[in-house]
């Protein structure tokens, strides 16, 4: 929403059409697989962001203006709201302006660039295996020996030499021991798995496969084949053999792989910094919302999926609607990306635009052609830094935070880049007639379902998703093969994404 004498329309008050489609349960949605979905509203106007001032799942949307307050005259410009200074600008057509936004895959492409431009620069660490968990390796892994670096048992049982039946040494051999004495022909020893082979041992004799008589010599009791159960040096890699290429992402089994070679640290890209700006004087950290107050969702979602995103969240702050606050974090923050949420749009303590422009900053999204969240913002602020402004409604602000911040962070952390794949919607989604939608869905088999409480203020239908689809402008029929995002918890599992 925005403020009252912005909006060009007389009822301010006007229900949100895709959170009115979301509370409309259990309702089928019209067309038959390979039908076209007609969008529930006409022209060019957003359907979801007009009252965006609703910030952070707030309730009251004649406060709007702030954070994600939409001015229509606006959308999509470079330097967002009308000012004095921007003389000539405020009576233009909104729909004209609107057109400038930048399209969905376009924005991600632009973030995923600005990421790669500042990759590799004094991005490079030593660290320990304990904290490397989760980087891109920045240069290859080569073995430092060979693997496994001598002959080794690859059973309990006993090493022998020649042919049976064999005289047992009384002194087995033990993983860990140092070289034993090698064996004659005729001749036996107990070895445990992983202990050091004798030299001149035939092969290894299995536990189960051999029998002593009662003059204590063993006997077997299946052919031996020179070699068996030996594992040879150099069988899985000699020293200088490349393991893994640089950009590997570094796994528990990168970890294993890598002390197995002789690792205690690795070469490694660092994890990109963030700070974190949450923006916003009507929100509480604590409580039940009153008094006009509500509860900050953001500040609790938006670090622990960052850190899911590869990133080192270095601070949050809680800065209200100050613009000098504002300007002042920005400007001293020495991280590698600023996020802030809410503000992005025109409204009277909409702060980022006058921000960025106030610091010279380089517009590279100004908006951008999706629902929820079409006043998100990219800029650069410095060559080795960016900021992503989100949309201070939270299922708009993790719309944000997929399209923009992650294929930014993606690219600074060197982190490869998922495959892409699509599945059958099992209903009909209602598409904006312009824009790309993303919608929680659950996967279940090979279809995906669309949630519902699916609007820009919603975080009920996240928090039950598996992954977002990417409806196409238009809409998407029911069986429509569409794109998934998927969340990072629903493929790496929390324990492993939040670490």
Known sequence: MTARGIRDEPDADDLD????LALVKDQPHPGRAGEHVPAPATGADSPDDRHTGDRHGGTDRRSGGRHGGTDRRSDGRNGGADTPGDSGRSGRDTRHA????????????IAA??????????????VSLTDALGL?????????????SFDTSAMDGWAVAGPGPWDVRETGVLAGNAEPEPLSDGEAVRIATGARVPADTTAVLRSEHGRTDDKDRLHATREIVPGQDIRPRGQECRKGDQLLAAGALVTPAVLGLAAAAGYDTLTAVRRPRVDLLVLGDELLTEGLPREG???DALGPLLPPWLRALGAEVTSVRRLGDDAEALYTAVTTSEADLIVTTGGTAAGPVDHVHPTLRRIGAELLVDGVKVRPGHPMLLARLKEDQHLVGLPGNPLAAVSGLLTLAEPLLRALAAHPVPERYSLPLRDAVHGHP?????VPVVLRGDQAVPLHYNGPAM???????????????????????TEMLDLPWATGGIGVCFT
């Open 459 to 481: 975080l009920r239908g996240i928090a039950a998703a598996d992954a977002l689809a990417v409806v196409p402008p238009g809409g998407a029929a029911q069986g429509r093969e």
């Open 293 to 295: 107050l509500i509860r």
């Open 434 to 438: 312009h824009d790309t939608r993303l």
């Open 136 to 148: 891109s390796l920045a240069a290859p892994l080569t073995a430092l020996t060979d693997l496994p």
């Open 17 to 20: 059409v895709e959170e009115a």
């Open 113 to 126: 660039r600005a990421g790669r431009a500042r990759a590799g620069r004094d991005t490079t660490v030593s």
């Open 98 to 109: 609107r057109h400038k936004a930048t399209p969905w895959p376009e924005a991600r492409a």
